[in-house]
């Protein structure tokens, strides 16, 4: 959480955006667990049975957590970066 919270901070001004999908906790530990974690950007609580949600079928998701670092047109430029990592795909993207 500390990468994304920096994300956030960092490109607060930009044509960023973090979105956060949680398709596995009840609706109300989601919820709580938003706020104990400071989580400050758009998270969306999804959930379909145990199985699979349409999120994690159109992005093919097999595990959990899954980052997909997308760029201006939607397309998958980045995917599973962490740390560093992921700070450097978003300034790669950001400065195109």
Same mark, same amino acid.
């Given at each position: 959480? +500390? *990468? $994304?919270? *920096? $994300? !956030?901070?960092?490109?607060d001004s930009e044509k960023f955006t973090l979105l956060g999908i949680? *398709?596995?906790?009840?609706?109300? *530990?989601?919820?709580?667990?938003? !706020?104990?974690?400071?989580?400050?950007? /758009?998270?969306?609580?999804?959930?379909?049975?145990? %199985?699979?949600?349409?999120?994690?079928?159109?992005?093919? !998701?097999? %595990?959990? +957590? /899954? #980052?997909y670092v997308l760029d201006a047109e939607g397309r998958i430029r980045?995917?599973? !970066?962490?740390?560093? %990592?992921?700070?450097?795909?978003?300034? #790669?993207?950001? %400065?195109?």
């Amino acid at each position: 959480m +500390p *990468t $994304l919270q *920096t $994300l !956030v901070e960092r490109h607060d001004s930009e044509k960023f955006t973090l979105l956060g999908i949680n *398709t596995g906790d009840s609706e109300e *530990t989601f919820r709580k667990d938003s !706020v104990e974690l400071g989580v400050t950007w /758009t998270c969306v609580y999804t959930y379909e049975g145990r %199985a699979k949600s349409t999120v994690a079928d159109l992005y093919q !998701v097999q %595990a959990y +957590p /899954t #980052i997909y670092v997308l760029d201006a047109e939607g397309r998958i430029r980045f995917k599973d !970066v962490r740390g560093q %990592a992921l700070l450097d795909a978003v300034a #790669i993207l950001l %400065a195109e």
